[in-house]
């Protein structure tokens, strides 16, 4: 594990206990059953690229701990309503406070506004996190292989499938790859940036590819920045896409996804 995922996560076992001396375990878990708007993720990535479209996961993210912040006019509910209008097939946004200035209601207010399932994005180990991602309203969780030990990435997926949660899981490298294709998710998320070193190469993707099945769905992540990117890795085989920091920095980051999607 990297030097910067430990900190992440070290500061995320520290809120986890936070929040479950505020509320157990067993009220969030009771407040996921109740809600009843679940979105099919999944079903809306199948539907682009059965219409031999790109399917896009749009993030909306206000900073990361590499680039600081992204976008000083921040309003969640205006990206995700952009997005929707541009054509994303699906959400992806960033609950974590401490490195990425995310909040639950960020998820909320741009799931709220684009009518568009959601993802939570954030560094998920507990069936706890798991449980709130579906209480806020999310429609899926990642799961990061790096950060997760097999047994417990099984488990983690059997709370979200039980929740009707979809799971993205995400992989850096074959090994990675090679855990993510023992659970039952079909979305395999390959990230093309370096955890060590943060460079980022779509390469990652274009060698991981031969080595995914029928039946799985691929969401290349990271370094989509121009369409001849998202030509290369369609020709390759790839129909999925989550791309935030390029609409992020952008004036109107619907408009922007229209233009690397056209």
């Not at 079903?43 to 992204?70: D, H, N, T, W, Y």
């Not at 959601?118 to 996190?129: I, P, S």
Request: aromatic share 6%.
């Amino acid at each position: 594990m990297t030097d910067i995922l430990s900190r992440i996560l070290q500061v995320k076992r520290a809120e986890v206990a936070q929040a479950m001396q505020r509320e157990p375990y067993v009220a969030v878990r009771a407040r996921a059953e109740e809600r009843d708007d679940l979105r099919d993720f999944t079903g809306a990535l199948q539907v682009k690229i059965g219409r031999g479209k790109p399917a896009v996961i749009a993030e909306v993210k206000r900073a990361s701990p590499s680039r600081g912040v992204l976008r000083q006019d921040f309003d969640a509910a205006s990206i995700g309503a952009s997005y929707a209008a541009a054509g994303a097939a699906c959400l992806s946004v960033l609950t974590d406070r401490s490195f990425f200035q995310g909040t639950p209601a960020h998820l909320q207010e741009a799931r709220e506004a684009s009518g568009l399932p959601a993802l939570r994005k954030d560094f998920v180990f507990d069936d706890y996190q798991v449980a709130e991602a579906r209480a806020w309203g999310a429609d899926c969780v990642l799961l990061i292989v790096a950060a997760l030990e097999p047994a417990l990435l099984h488990d983690l997926e059997q709370t979200a499938q039980a929740l009707g949660l979809a799971v993205l899981v995400e992989v850096h490298d074959a090994h990675e790859l090679e855990q993510a294709l023992r659970l039952r998710t079909p979305l395999i998320g390959i990230n093309n940036r370096n955890l060590k070193t943060f460079e980022v190469s779509l390469e990652t993707t274009l060698e991981l590819l031969p080595q995914i099945g029928p039946g799985r769905i691929v969401v290349a992540e990271s370094g989509v920045l121009q369409p001849s990117d998202v030509a290369r890795l369609r020709d390759a085989g790839v129909g999925a896409f989550l791309v935030g920091e390029a609409f992020m920095r952008a004036a109107d980051p619907g408009a922007e996804l229209a233009r690397l999607f056209s």
